[in-house]
T-cell receptor, first 109, second 115 residues
Framework: QKEVEQDPGPLSVPEGAIVSLNCTYS??????FMWYRQYSRKGPELLMY????GNKEDGRFTAQVDKSSKYISLFIRDSQPSDSATYLC?????????FGAGTRLFVKA | SAVISQKPSRDICQRGTSLTIQCQVD?????MFWYRQQPGQSLTLIAT?????????ESGFVIDKFPISRPNLTFSTLTVSNMSPEDSSIYLC????????????FGDGTRLSIL
């Protein structure tokens, strides 16, 4: 079993939709959680960084962490074609960072 | 956050040759890492570049194949040696600013194709 599981998609939604991206993990040592966005031919860009269980909001993006279920989510409201990218979850535990495989998102105009 | 520049951005190389990838950061950083990313796959950590000492390699990666230098707190190089088509991939440099469990920041990568 992988330490971090992320559905690779692709996920295709119409413009304006609410997008939900998810990851599950198995290692309780993970205490810090990130979401990265990666456009084609670019490196991953940090979107959200959170520690505690609960929600963290930044503009149209909301990161949600449920440590009891070992489950994290990224919600994108009012999705735009410019949100089309690959989204990677990542987790830090014991000074080790593990990345999910990434979910490809397509937002259709 | 730190600005990370990688060179070259892409290259096409012949089998058996070597290529050195450079990673330059606009500020001093505590940790630097090198990753490989195959199309549609997750990031695979090659090694942690340690300033002033040998890099720490992950399982499956060896110094003879992927020698790494880190002469100071703002610069590192990764060499891909004796390349084969299986080395065709995207190579990414990342850094951590500060100490503790901080997130990594990435350069835009080097797209390497081996003929």
């Amino acid at each position: 079993q992988k330490e971090v599981e992320q559905d690779p998609g692709p996920l295709s939604v119409p413009e304006g939709a609410i997008v939900s991206l998810n990851c599950t993990y198995s290692n309780s040592a993970f205490q810090y959680f990130m979401w990265y966005r990666q456009y084609s031919r670019k490196g991953p860009e940090l979107l959200m960084y959170t520690y505690s269980s609960g929600n963290k909001e930044d503009g149209r993006f909301t990161a949600q962490v449920d440590k009891s279920s070992k489950y994290i989510s990224l919600f994108i409201r009012d999705s735009q074609p410019s949100d089309s990218a690959t989204y990677l979850c990542a987790m830090i535990g014991g000074f080790k960072t593990i990345f999910g495989a990434g979910t490809r998102l397509f937002v259709k105009a | 956050s730190a600005v990370i520049s990688q060179k070259p951005s892409r290259d096409i190389c012949q089998r058996g040759t070597s290529l050195t990838i450079q990673c330059q950061v606009d500020s001093q950083v505590t940790m630097m890492f090198w990753y490989r990313q195959q199309p549609g796959q997750s990031l695979t950590l090659i090694a942690t570049a340690n300033q002033g000492s040998e890099a720490t390699y992950e399982s499956g990666f060896v110094i003879d194949k992927f020698p790494i230098s880190r002469p100071n707190l703002t610069f590192s190089t990764l060499t891909v040696s004796n390349m084969s088509p299986e080395d065709s991939s995207i190579y990414l440099c990342s850094v951590v600013e500060g100490t503790g469990n901080q997130p990594q920041h990435f350069g835009d990568g080097t797209r390497l194709s081996i003929l």
